[in-house]
């Protein structure tokens, strides 16, 4: 079984600081994407990274893919309350056409 | 709006019931994927169907089954269900492109008493 460990699991801030969440696993992914869930809705893909070494940037935020693509990263430079949200990582492999998600970094942005 | 649209937003029944939730993906997506999503275990995938077939299997229990009808859209029947059923069902669609990218529907929110 593939396992796609979040961390942090919880994170609360305050508006205008920057936070990075991480997303590792033992396993090599073809691609990796990140969504946003926000309460009572369903994810919302905001990216998908698929070279080893690969950085993105949409506004705010920027991943990353590990070299190795076992790993990815999501910055948020000034986060902003509408940046609250759970934050999931979600892995795919060559062979598989189903997406292994992550455990989910839920972020909170306060005033 | 991802386009994917799923009924009923909720669904309250009891324990040993049936019940169906229904999906319609984006337009000209073939693919249709079935998640559950609890509070202690995440975004679990389900099951997933590519223009009427079923493509791939993954955690998903013996009293539940799901199908593609010819319009692309897909049911996921849920039965003799338990409290533990009690989760949010999400809907997904993708255009079966390489990187898979998926769009999900608002969810189905089921309670089971």
């Known amino acids: 079984t593939q396992l796609l460990e979040q961390s942090p699991q919880f994170l609360s801030i305050q508006e205008g600081e920057n936070l990075t969440v991480y997303c590792n696993s033992s396993?090599?992914?073809?691609?990796l994407q990140w969504y946003r869930q926000e309460p009572g809705e369903g994810p919302v893909l905001l990216v998908t990274?698929?070279?080893?070494?690969e950085v993105k940037k949409l506004k705010r935020l920027t991943f990353q893919f590990g070299d190795a693509r076992k790993d990815s990263s999501l910055h948020i430079t000034a986060a902003q309350p509408g940046d609250t949200g759970l934050y999931l990582c979600a892995g795919l492999t060559g062979t598989a056409s189903k997406l292994t998600f992550g455990t989910g970094t839920r972020l909170q942005v306060t005033l | 709006d991802s386009g994917v649209t799923q009924t009923p937003k909720h669904l309250i029944t009891a324990t040993g019931q049936r019940v169906t939730l229904r999906c319609s993906p984006r337009?000209?997506?073939?693919?249709v994927y079935w998640y559950q999503q609890s509070l202690d275990q995440g975004l679990q995938f389900l099951i997933q169907?590519?223009?009427?077939?079923?493509?791939a299997k993954g955690n998903i229990l013996e009293r539940f089954s799901a199908q593609q009808f010819p319009d692309l859209h897909s049911e996921l029947n849920l039965s003799s269900l338990e409290l533990g059923d009690s989760a949010l069902y999400f809907c997904a669609s993708s255009d079966g492109g390489s990187d898979n990218e998926q769009f999900f529907g608002p969810g189905t929110r089921l309670t089971v008493l």
């Open positions: 169907y590519y223009n009427g077939e079923e493509r």
């Open positions: 990274v698929v070279t080893g070494g």
């Open positions: 396993s090599v992914f073809s691609s």
């Open positions: 337009s000209g997506d073939l693919s």
